[in-house]
């Protein structure tokens, strides 16, 4: 119970550290703990990341049925491809003005 609770310390420490980081810094974790590096500079995305895939890392991830249903999921036909709307749908907008 007592190297649980530690372990639990730890990477509560850790998800802290990465609050005080730079995106710079954050980008860098991102890199070293995906192995790729992020193309995003958002710093609450970056950081809700890898908080994720350090908790994942040491707690096992998600289970073999959660897997599972993320496959079912992503093969799904309903699923949309694209996002809502077509491309008539986006008119150009033009300044009107008043006749005189």
């Not at 994720?52 to 949309?80: C, F, K, P, Y």
Request: with cysteine.
């Amino acid at each position: 119970m007592k190297t649980e609770t530690k372990r639990s310390t730890a990477l509560r420490k850790e998800i802290e550290a990465l609050r005080h980081m730079t995106v710079g810094q954050l980008k860098d974790k991102y890199r070293d703990v995906f192995g790729e590096s992020s193309r995003s500079n958002h710093k609450q995305f970056l950081f809700r990341r890898i908080a994720w895939r350090v908790q994942a890392n040491a707690w096992g991830g998600l289970s073999e049925r959660a897997r599972r249903r993320a496959l079912e999921i992503t093969n799904d036909s309903d699923l949309r491809i694209r996002a809502c709307g077509s491309p008539k749908m986006h008119l150009e907008l033009r300044p009107t003005f008043p006749d005189r």
